[in-house]
């Protein structure tokens, strides 16, 4: 029977739970730094079919498609005059039992969550130190305990602590000059997921399930200094949210100001590069492996295909783990940037030029197949 410490419960090291669960030869416990885990906010999150045809192996599709949304479309829209631009048919990239969908980040955590007993995540606990004693890790936790284990997973997010720890060197992520502003949006009204295109910043409206409940998440670019990014208060501040809030109302023909609720900003940290840390059994997830930017609605699919081609590479004594991840998260980063940087151009005339090639390539299948296709299918 083998071992595995988990660190973080989140949706990459949640997966891989669900993926040992079912394991006779594995077993696992999860350490978590939270005292308890986030199961009420209603904001959303989008799964492209590469993640969806994964979660649907350990049960997703049992789950009531009440609480679910499969948007057939993105639209592309210019924010200022709500003109819409031109559509994906992003069904197009579904198959009979595998869709597109759009939930409360939530409602995927409770599911994640349902197959593992309550006694396998220990909470309010971080990663110390690792030593190695033969074939063992020996891990040593905040708590001052001590536990040997054959393999480390870790799986603590973008700012993962526990990959300094690891490496013996401080890794930490960029700030991506942007901030992230989510909400719930009332009185709306449109199943696809629309992304509205304006000046320095974007936003993407779609719904989280059959109840007319919509999702806002708005990514604007702004520069911060290192004082205000440290500045957790700030963040939650009326006139700061109030701020971005207007800059992006004065830009768009939405009243967001009147129908935007349970508003929150927070800044958006990117992995600076992708760094492998050769140590035997030790491995990384999720955005501890690699953060991207969010334009591509990507990190959380991609957290869930890590977490699976882990799971198949450890079950079957293979290393061929990192070598297939390099090329995929290159392929991700990429077009997360690209995204980013087409999606908040400034210059009118960019921006003009920018939707004659969106409507263009909207509905050219090779570029589709390509660009969308690559990530979606596999
Ligand atoms: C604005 C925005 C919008 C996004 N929208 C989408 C989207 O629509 N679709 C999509 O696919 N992705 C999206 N993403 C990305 C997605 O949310 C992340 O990629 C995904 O949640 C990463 O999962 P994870 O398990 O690696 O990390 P996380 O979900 O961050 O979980 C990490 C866990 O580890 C815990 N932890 C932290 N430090 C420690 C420690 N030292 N010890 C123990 N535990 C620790 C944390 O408390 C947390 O529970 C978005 C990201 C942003 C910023």
Redesign the pocket.
């Known amino acids: 029977m083998k071992k595995v410490a988990i660190?973080?419960?989140?949706?990459?090291?949640l997966y891989l739970a669900n993926l040992l669960e079912k394991e006779k030869d594995f077993e696992y416990k999860i350490?978590?730094?939270?005292t308890k885990?986030n199961l009420e906010e209603g904001y959303?999150?989008?799964?492209s079919v590469n993640?969806i045809k994964l979660l649907n192996k350990i049960g997703f599709k049992n789950l009531s498609a009440h609480d679910l949304s499969y948007p057939k479309r993105v639209n592309f829209i210019d924010a200022k005059n709500n003109n819409k631009i031109c559509d994906i048919d992003i069904s197009k990239f579904n198959d009979e039992t595998n869709f597109y969908t759009t939930l409360k980040r939530t409602t995927l955590i409770n599911f994640l969550l349902e197959a593992i007993p309550e006694k396998k995540i220990n909470h309010n606990?971080?990663?110390k130190s690792i030593g190695y004693d033969g074939e063992k890790l020996n891990v040593y936790f905040s708590n001052n305990e001590n536990e040997f284990f054959d393999y480390i997973i870790v799986?603590?997010?973008?700012?993962?602590?526990?990959k300094s720890i690891i490496a013996e060197k401080h890794i930490t992520p960029k700030f991506y000059k942007s901030v992230?502003l989510?909400g719930n949006i009332k009185n709306y009204d449109n199943p696809d997921v629309s992304i509205f295109m304006g000046s320095n910043f974007h936003f993407v409206i779609y719904p989280v399930n059959q109840n007319k409940e919509y999702n806002f998440?708005s990514?604007i670019r702004k520069n911060l200094s290192e004082h205000q990014l440290s500045d957790k208060k700030m963040f939650e501040n009326d006139d700061f949210l109030q701020s971005l809030l207007g800059n992006i109302n004065q830009n768009s023909i939405l009243d967001l100001k009147s129908n935007l609720e349970n508003i929150k900003a927070?800044p958006?940290y990117v992995s600076k590069k992708f760094e492998i840390i050769n140590k035997k059994n030790i491995f990384f997830?999720?955005?501890?492996l690699f953060?991207?930017p969010?334009s591509f609605?990507?990190?959380?699919?991609?957290?869930i295909e890590t977490s699976n081609d882990l799971y198949e590479d450890i079950k079957n004594n293979n290393s061929r783990f990192y070598k297939d991840r390099i090329k995929k998260i290159n392929s991700v980063n990429w077009r997360s940037k690209l995204n980013h940087f087409a999606f908040h151009l400034k210059s009118p005339l960019f921006a003009f030029i920018r939707n004659i090639c969106l409507r263009y390539l909207t509905k050219n299948e090779k570029f589709l197949e390509s660009y969308l296709g690559k990530i979606y299918r596999n």
Do not use: C, T
């Not at 997830?285 to 501890?288: K, L, M, N």
């Open positions: 660190i973080g419960a989140g949706v990459s090291g350490f978590e730094k939270r885990l959303g999150i989008q799964l993640s606990i971080e990663l799986s603590d997010g973008v700012f993962s602590n526990s992230a989510r998440i990514i927070f958006i997830v999720g955005d501890a953060a991207f969010p609605a990507q990190g959380a699919s991609q957290s």
